[in-house]
């Protein structure tokens, strides 16, 4: 599992890989939760599960994605590791551990998960997408 930034003009790039499916999208998520909290280190207090659906994989990511900001936004949580994740076609179940954000001084500077410049493949046996974040 990894991850890197890439250049971009006014917004946060990432390229997250796996060896698979699942790998790839607990890539993503590290690279989304250092954007939110940067080098902050987070207690794992509390487990959350969630389960999303995509008419394809870029849909399933950007659900999976987006699911991080609405339970910092609506749930004042913020994810500490993603526990397991289960992809099965067009669904994904996910657990996550984490604390309550208030407990934090930090910035959230995501505003969202955005399909500018999204892709999500896979080459030769690895898995790899691209996310752009609204900053």
Do not use: P, W
Request: contains cysteine; glycine residues 6%; hydrophobic residues 40%.
């Amino acid at each position: 599992m990894s991850y890197e930034f890439l250049e971009h003009t006014a917004d946060v790039k990432f390229r997250a890989e796996g060896a698979t499916i699942e790998e790839m999208f607990s890539s993503a998520a590290d690279a989304l939760n250092e954007t939110i909290r940067g080098d902050i280190k987070i207690l794992e207090q509390e487990e959350k599960s969630f389960k999303v659906k995509g008419k394809d994989n870029e849909a399933l990511l950007y659900n999976f994605l987006e699911e991080f900001l609405v339970l910092l936004d609506s749930e004042d949580f913020l994810v500490a590791n993603v526990k397991s994740i289960f992809v099965d076609g067009n669904k994904l179940n996910c657990v996550v551990v984490g604390d309550k954000a208030e407990n934090y001084k930090f910035t959230n500077d995501v505003k969202a998960i955005t399909y500018n410049e999204m892709v999500v493949g896979e080459k030769k046996g690895n898995f790899f997408c691209e996310v752009v974040l609204d900053v």
